[in-house]
Protein backbone atom coordinates (compact mmCIF):
# COMPACT_ATOMS: atom_id res chain seq x y z
CA UNK A 1 0.00 0.00 0.00
CA UNK A 2 3.01 2.23 1.20
CA UNK A 3 4.31 1.54 -2.20
CA UNK A 4 1.08 2.71 -4.21
CA UNK A 5 0.74 5.90 -2.60
CA UNK A 6 4.35 6.94 -3.02
CA UNK A 7 3.84 5.75 -6.93
CA UNK A 8 0.63 7.79 -6.87
CA UNK A 9 2.82 11.07 -5.11
CA UNK A 10 5.34 10.64 -8.18
CA UNK A 11 2.60 10.63 -10.73
CA UNK A 12 0.73 13.64 -9.30
CA UNK A 13 4.32 15.44 -8.77
CA UNK A 14 4.90 14.81 -12.55
CA UNK A 15 1.79 15.90 -14.02
CA UNK A 16 2.41 19.31 -11.64
CA UNK A 17 5.74 19.77 -13.31
CA UNK A 18 4.29 19.01 -16.91
CA UNK A 19 1.46 21.88 -16.21
CA UNK A 20 3.99 23.85 -14.99
CA UNK A 21 6.50 23.67 -17.91
CA UNK A 22 3.06 24.12 -19.76
CA UNK A 23 1.79 26.95 -18.30
CA UNK A 24 5.75 28.86 -18.38
CA UNK A 25 5.87 27.58 -22.17
CA UNK A 26 2.35 29.20 -22.15
CA UNK A 27 3.60 32.47 -20.91
CA UNK A 28 6.59 32.84 -22.77
CA UNK A 29 4.41 32.71 -25.73
CA UNK A 30 1.85 34.93 -25.03
CA UNK A 31 4.46 37.65 -23.98
CA UNK A 32 5.91 37.13 -26.72
CA UNK A 33 3.02 37.45 -29.08
CA UNK A 34 2.13 40.74 -27.33
CA UNK A 35 5.61 42.31 -27.65
CA UNK A 36 5.24 41.47 -31.57
CA UNK A 37 1.73 43.59 -31.51
CA UNK A 38 3.16 45.94 -29.62
CA UNK A 39 6.31 46.14 -32.31
CA UNK A 40 4.00 45.79 -35.03
CA UNK A 41 1.57 48.74 -33.57
CA UNK A 42 4.44 50.81 -32.24
CA UNK A 43 7.11 50.45 -35.02
CA UNK A 44 6.02 49.82 -38.29
CA UNK A 45 4.31 53.52 -38.67
CA UNK A 46 3.75 54.41 -42.39
CA UNK A 47 6.16 58.10 -41.97
CA UNK A 48 7.29 57.92 -46.05
CA UNK A 49 6.57 56.92 -49.38
CA UNK A 50 8.92 56.54 -51.55
CA UNK A 51 7.03 56.34 -55.38
CA UNK A 52 9.30 55.56 -58.56
CA UNK A 53 8.66 54.79 -61.98
CA UNK A 54 5.64 56.97 -62.43
CA UNK A 55 4.80 58.95 -64.97
CA UNK A 56 0.69 59.94 -65.80
CA UNK A 57 0.19 59.81 -62.13
CA UNK A 58 1.92 62.60 -59.45
CA UNK A 59 3.70 60.83 -56.49
CA UNK A 60 0.39 62.02 -54.12
CA UNK A 61 -1.30 60.81 -56.48
CA UNK A 62 0.11 56.54 -56.20
CA UNK A 63 0.17 57.36 -52.41
CA UNK A 64 -3.56 58.11 -52.03
CA UNK A 65 -3.92 54.94 -53.73
CA UNK A 66 -1.97 52.98 -51.42
CA UNK A 67 -2.81 53.94 -48.56
CA UNK A 68 -6.77 53.52 -49.49
CA UNK A 69 -7.67 51.80 -46.10
CA UNK A 70 -8.20 52.74 -42.43
CA UNK A 71 -5.15 50.21 -41.51
CA UNK A 72 -3.07 52.21 -43.96
CA UNK A 73 -0.97 53.47 -41.49
CA UNK A 74 0.78 50.78 -40.98
CA UNK A 75 3.67 49.64 -42.69
CA UNK A 76 4.04 45.95 -42.37
CA UNK A 77 0.16 45.56 -43.15
CA UNK A 78 0.51 48.02 -47.02
CA UNK A 79 3.59 45.58 -47.52
CA UNK A 80 1.57 42.27 -46.56
CA UNK A 81 -1.70 43.53 -48.53
CA UNK A 82 0.52 44.36 -51.80
CA UNK A 83 2.19 40.75 -51.87
CA UNK A 84 -0.65 38.41 -51.07
CA UNK A 85 -4.38 40.46 -51.16
CA UNK A 86 -6.06 40.94 -54.73
CA UNK A 87 -5.76 45.12 -54.33
CA UNK A 88 -8.25 47.23 -56.73
CA UNK A 89 -6.75 47.93 -59.97
CA UNK A 90 -5.73 51.49 -61.26
CA UNK A 91 -6.19 52.98 -64.52
CA UNK A 92 -3.42 52.68 -66.60
CA UNK A 93 -1.28 51.15 -64.44
CA UNK A 94 0.16 47.25 -65.21
CA UNK A 95 1.04 46.89 -61.04
CA UNK A 96 2.64 48.59 -58.30
CA UNK A 97 5.01 46.47 -56.00
CA UNK A 98 5.54 47.34 -52.54
CA UNK A 99 8.63 47.18 -50.43
CA UNK A 100 10.14 48.63 -47.11
CA UNK A 101 13.50 50.31 -47.01
CA UNK A 102 12.79 50.27 -43.35
CA UNK A 103 9.89 50.28 -40.85
CA UNK A 104 8.82 53.62 -41.68
CA UNK A 105 9.43 53.95 -45.36
CA UNK A 106 7.20 52.52 -48.08
CA UNK A 107 8.60 52.46 -51.48
CA UNK A 108 6.52 51.83 -54.41
CA UNK A 109 7.46 50.72 -57.97
CA UNK A 110 4.71 51.99 -60.52
CA UNK A 111 5.08 49.39 -63.69
CA UNK A 112 2.66 51.62 -65.88
CA UNK A 113 0.81 50.69 -68.95
CA UNK A 114 3.38 50.55 -72.28
CA UNK A 115 0.10 53.02 -74.12
CA UNK A 116 1.44 54.82 -77.12
CA UNK A 117 -1.70 56.20 -78.64
CA UNK A 118 -5.74 56.11 -78.47
CA UNK A 119 -8.85 56.22 -80.78
CA UNK A 120 -11.65 57.95 -79.64
CA UNK A 121 -14.83 55.77 -79.76
CA UNK A 122 -18.31 57.04 -80.28
CA UNK A 123 -20.01 54.08 -79.42
CA UNK A 124 -18.99 54.27 -75.92
CA UNK A 125 -18.16 57.52 -75.60
CA UNK A 126 -14.36 56.35 -74.43
CA UNK A 127 -11.24 56.69 -75.58
CA UNK A 128 -9.81 53.64 -76.27
CA UNK A 129 -5.78 53.61 -75.68
CA UNK A 130 -3.67 50.74 -77.01
CA UNK A 131 0.55 48.95 -76.29
CA UNK A 132 2.72 48.39 -78.63
CA UNK A 133 1.77 45.29 -79.89
CA UNK A 134 -1.91 46.99 -81.04
CA UNK A 135 -3.55 45.70 -77.67
CA UNK A 136 -6.30 47.82 -75.64
CA UNK A 137 -5.11 48.59 -72.02
CA UNK A 138 -7.58 51.12 -70.98
CA UNK A 139 -11.00 52.44 -72.32
CA UNK A 140 -11.50 56.21 -70.43
CA UNK A 141 -12.83 59.37 -70.90
CA UNK A 142 -9.49 60.96 -69.64
CA UNK A 143 -7.08 62.49 -72.21
CA UNK A 144 -3.34 61.42 -71.10
CA UNK A 145 -1.26 64.28 -72.28
CA UNK A 146 1.61 63.13 -74.36
CA UNK A 147 -0.05 60.45 -75.90
CA UNK A 148 -1.48 61.08 -79.71
CA UNK A 149 -4.85 60.40 -80.96
CA UNK A 150 -5.43 58.77 -83.90
CA UNK A 151 -7.97 59.36 -85.97
CA UNK A 152 -8.85 57.64 -89.95
CA UNK A 153 -9.78 54.44 -88.49
CA UNK A 154 -12.86 52.89 -88.15
CA UNK A 155 -13.53 50.92 -84.33
CA UNK A 156 -16.85 50.71 -83.88
CA UNK A 157 -15.93 48.85 -80.93
CA UNK A 158 -13.27 47.34 -78.82
CA UNK A 159 -12.47 44.40 -76.18
CA UNK A 160 -9.97 45.57 -73.53
CA UNK A 161 -7.09 43.01 -73.80
CA UNK A 162 -7.96 42.12 -77.45
CA UNK A 163 -6.28 43.78 -80.57
CA UNK A 164 -7.80 46.71 -82.39
CA UNK A 165 -10.30 45.83 -84.74
CA UNK A 166 -8.36 46.85 -87.66
CA UNK A 167 -10.00 44.95 -90.64
CA UNK A 168 -6.53 46.07 -92.66
CA UNK A 169 -3.53 44.20 -91.94
CA UNK A 170 -1.31 46.70 -93.31
CA UNK A 171 -3.26 49.59 -92.07
CA UNK A 172 -2.77 47.91 -88.50
CA UNK A 173 1.16 47.76 -88.99
CA UNK A 174 1.39 50.88 -90.16
CA UNK A 175 -0.11 52.22 -87.05
CA UNK A 176 2.08 50.25 -85.16
CA UNK A 177 5.54 51.22 -86.89
CA UNK A 178 4.27 54.99 -86.72
CA UNK A 179 3.51 55.19 -82.87
CA UNK A 180 6.54 52.57 -81.46
CA UNK A 181 8.74 54.61 -83.91
CA UNK A 182 7.80 58.22 -82.76
CA UNK A 183 8.34 56.96 -79.40
CA UNK A 184 11.61 55.52 -79.97
CA UNK A 185 12.52 58.88 -81.72
CA UNK A 186 10.85 61.38 -79.05
CA UNK A 187 8.73 62.86 -81.97
CA UNK A 188 4.64 62.31 -80.23
CA UNK A 189 2.51 64.46 -82.19
CA UNK A 190 -0.84 65.42 -81.11
CA UNK A 191 -2.56 63.54 -83.60
CA UNK A 192 -1.82 60.83 -86.38
CA UNK A 193 -4.45 60.80 -88.90
CA UNK A 194 -4.95 58.30 -91.85
CA UNK A 195 -7.28 59.24 -94.74
CA UNK A 196 -9.12 56.86 -97.39
CA UNK A 197 -5.88 55.43 -99.03
CA UNK A 198 -4.00 54.57 -95.47
CA UNK A 199 -1.70 57.55 -95.99
CA UNK A 200 -0.21 58.92 -92.65
CA UNK A 201 0.25 62.91 -91.83
CA UNK A 202 1.25 64.28 -87.86
CA UNK A 203 -0.30 66.93 -86.40
CA UNK A 204 2.19 68.89 -84.55
CA UNK A 205 0.22 71.92 -83.78
CA UNK A 206 1.68 74.84 -86.32
CA UNK A 207 3.20 72.02 -88.10
CA UNK A 208 1.78 69.44 -90.09
CA UNK A 209 4.22 66.25 -91.49
CA UNK A 210 2.85 64.58 -93.98
CA UNK A 211 4.47 61.17 -94.07
CA UNK A 212 2.94 59.66 -97.29
CA UNK A 213 2.30 56.00 -97.59
CA UNK A 214 3.71 53.19 -95.14
CA UNK A 215 6.62 52.49 -97.16
CA UNK A 216 10.15 53.47 -95.55
CA UNK A 217 7.77 54.66 -92.84
CA UNK A 218 10.16 54.06 -89.90
CA UNK A 219 13.42 55.96 -92.15
CA UNK A 220 11.07 58.84 -92.58
CA UNK A 221 10.26 59.27 -88.57
CA UNK A 222 13.89 59.20 -88.03
CA UNK A 223 14.40 61.87 -90.44
CA UNK A 224 11.49 63.47 -88.93
CA UNK A 225 12.76 64.21 -85.41
CA UNK A 226 15.91 65.36 -86.45
CA UNK A 227 14.32 68.49 -88.95
CA UNK A 228 11.91 69.19 -86.11
CA UNK A 229 13.86 70.91 -83.66
CA UNK A 230 14.69 73.17 -86.86
CA UNK A 231 10.91 73.63 -87.70
CA UNK A 232 10.31 75.81 -84.02
CA UNK A 233 8.31 78.59 -84.39
CA UNK A 234 7.81 77.88 -87.68
CA UNK A 235 3.84 77.31 -89.46
CA UNK A 236 3.82 75.14 -92.55
CA UNK A 237 3.49 71.68 -93.67
CA UNK A 238 7.03 69.49 -94.24
CA UNK A 239 6.75 67.14 -97.19
CA UNK A 240 8.43 63.45 -96.21
CA UNK A 241 5.45 61.49 -98.56
CA UNK A 242 8.28 61.07 -101.67
CA UNK A 243 11.48 60.36 -99.35
CA UNK A 244 13.35 57.29 -100.44
CA UNK A 245 17.26 56.45 -100.00
CA UNK A 246 17.38 56.99 -103.96
CA UNK A 247 15.14 60.39 -103.62
CA UNK A 248 16.16 62.11 -100.50
CA UNK A 249 14.20 65.53 -101.05
CA UNK A 250 12.23 66.75 -98.23
CA UNK A 251 10.69 70.26 -98.36
CA UNK A 252 9.22 72.45 -95.67
CA UNK A 253 6.61 74.46 -97.02
CA UNK A 254 6.01 77.70 -94.83
CA UNK A 255 3.07 79.32 -94.27
CA UNK A 256 3.87 82.71 -94.36
Known amino acids: ?21 VLILFSCAAL ?12 FTVETVKVEGNAHYSEEQIQK ?24 EVPFVESMEV ?7 LRVHVYEKGIVGYLYIPAIGQNAYFDTDGFVVETSKETIAGI ?15 KLPIEEESIFKSLLTATRSLQKNEAVPYKIRFNEAGEISLDYGAVQA ?14 LSHILPELSGKT ?21
Not at 32 to 43: D, H, P, S, T, Y
Not at 65 to 88: H, I, R, T
Open 32 to 43: MIGIAILVIFNV
Open 99 to 105: SLDNPHT
Open 65 to 88: FVLNDEYSWNSLYVLLKYQFLSVK
Open 148 to 162: PEVEGLDCEKVVLYE
Open 236 to 256: GTLHIENWTESTTNIIFEETK
Open 210 to 223: LLGASDNLAQKILR
Open 1 to 21: MKEKRRESVRRKNRRRKRMKA
